[in-house]
């Protein structure tokens, strides 16, 4: 069973999800072999607080 987590933050609407997990399933199939009914893909939402790159809060980027 071909786990997939994407970790992300806030914001994106169910239907933008619903097509992630469609194309991330889709290459899975087709790239590794993998049965369809298979793959899980979980979505893991993180504040602007919990989240930092380079260093910095992404709620402290852009001030």
């Known amino acids: ?4 987590q994407v970790t992300m933050l806030t914001g ?3 239907d933008q999800k619903r097509k992630l997990a469609q194309r991330i399933t889709d ?3 087709e790239e590794a072999g993998a049965r369809r009914e298979a793959i ?3 979505f893991h939402e993180v ?3 919990s989240y930092a790159s380079g260093g910095v809060l992404m709620a ?3 001030k």
Do not use: F, I, Q, Y
Request: net charge positive.
């Open 1 to 4: 069973m071909p786990l997939v």
């Open 12 to 14: 994106r609407t169910a």
């Open 47 to 49: 504040s602007k607080e």
């Open 40 to 42: 899980v893909v979980a």
């Open 27 to 29: 290459a899975m199939v």
């Open 60 to 62: 402290d980027k852009g």
